[in-house]
């Protein structure tokens, strides 16, 4: 498995495999036949308040991945967080989409580091966590 990461604007090519969009705004600019998604996952890009906060001080670089790591354990983004897992074990190849043009210091960065990896957000306990990490080991058992 391979997992790469792209700005959207950049044209399709072959070796991307499944493209997925994990951005929670449509980019400018760009129809969706141009895109040639796979899926688009707004519920794993960061939240509007994390989004302009680091935009404002992008020199906080571990402080926003800390931040993103931590809203990526809310039950918004768990659904489809469990969809990345299934989609990286599905397919030989996987490209994550964004874009913003900080080509090396952005979210769709943290979710590579994420799946490559291969381990879930820092989480608390209890049966709601649980059970999403239940389904993510099935995911990679399956």
Do not use: C
Not at 23 to 41: C, S
Not at 52 to 60: R, T
Not at 135 to 140: C, D, E, Q, T
């Amino acid at each position: 498995m391979t997992v790469a990461v792209k700005r959207i604007y950049v044209p399709p090519s072959r070796a991307d495999g499944a493209r997925v969009l994990v951005d929670r705004l449509w980019p400018r600019g760009l129809t969706k036949a141009d895109a040639a998604l796979h899926a688009w996952l707004r519920n794993l890009a960061p939240s509007d308040a994390l989004r302009k906060w680091y935009h404002s001080q992008p020199d906080q670089w571990q402080s926003f991945r800390r931040k993103y790591l931590k809203e990526l354990s809310h039950p918004e983004a768990e659904s489809e967080l469990h969809q990345l897992y299934t989609l990286v074990h599905k397919r030989k190849r996987l490209t994550l989409l964004f874009a913003s043009k900080n080509e090396k210091r952005n979210n769709a960065v943290v979710l590579k580091d994420l799946l490559d990896g291969m381990r879930k957000p820092p989480t608390g306990t209890g049966p709601v966590k649980s059970q999403a990490a239940r389904k993510r080991a099935a995911a990679r058992a399956g």
